[in-house]
């Protein structure tokens, strides 16, 4: 039997995440991916306070792991499976200096760290730098750079995947733009390393594997 896997299940607070990993077990995942995201590894400049004095590093959280018990997962304990917790770690890159800081400890305990690449150079860099697991996109805004054969080329030599994301564009209002960052990105990639995640912030935003494939058609190579 085909496992099932999203690796983007947006972590806000324990309640709506654990209904987010029982919904998901019942559509038929069994592994998922808890997702940290922090917008930026560096704090932003305080008011008042000399440079001495600021907090260079923003606080990063402890990797996630919500216990579940049997009749949370009982579809899968049907199957005679379980489902596996992921730890996923994302932010957005907008400095060059991030990698660095991306290097330390408290990010390396995560399973999985993704990125969200804001220039082309950021682009280029993580795909043949930075020591990263996946590439993702904010796939309702117009990318502001094009995704070019080269770099992506590279990030595949690594084991790189980049990610399209489904629940922002569930609305009709980003569908449009949604379609086309896919379609991009998916003619430069042709199918390889692609991976299709929820980014789900309730568990109404969650899709069984088939309906998202459903969404997705032009994924399929």
């Given amino acids: 039997m085909a496992a099932f896997s999203d690796l983007n299940i947006l972590h806000i607070e324990n309640i709506s995440t654990k209904e987010k990993l029982t919904l998901a077990a019942k559509l038929g995942y069994d592994v998922v991916a808890i997702n940290v995201f922090v917008e930026n590894v560096f704090c932003q400049e305080e008011k008042g306070k ?28 049907l199957r005679g499976k379980e489902l596996k917790q992921l730890s996923r770690f994302t932010t957005v890159l907008s400095d060059p200096g991030q990698w ?8 390396q305990a995560y399973d999985l760290i993704a990125v969200q ?10 795909c043949s730098t930075i020591d990263v697991d996946i590439i993702t996109f904010n796939i309702v805004e117009k990318l502001d750079y094009y995704i070019k054969k080269n770099p992506v080329g590279k990030a595949l030599e690594r084991g790189v995947y980049f990610e399209i994301t489904y629940s922002p564009g569930l609305h009709q209002s980003s569908r449009k733009t949604m379609i086309s960052n896919a379609l991009k990105l998916t003619q430069v990639l042709r199918g390889k390393n692609v991976i299709i995640s929820s980014a789900a912030r309730i568990a109404m935003d969650l899709r069984g594997p088939y309906d998202v494939a459903n969404l997705y058609p032009l994924t399929v190579c």
């Fill in 117 to 126: 690449p804001v220039t082309e150079k950021l682009f280029h860099m993580a």
């Fill in 50 to 77: 000399s440079k001495k004095e600021q907090s260079k590093n923003v606080a990063i959280p402890a990797p996630v792991k919500v216990p579940l018990v049997d009749k949370d997962i009982a579809d899968l304990k």
């Fill in 100 to 107: 660095r800081r991306m290097q330390e400890k408290d990010i």
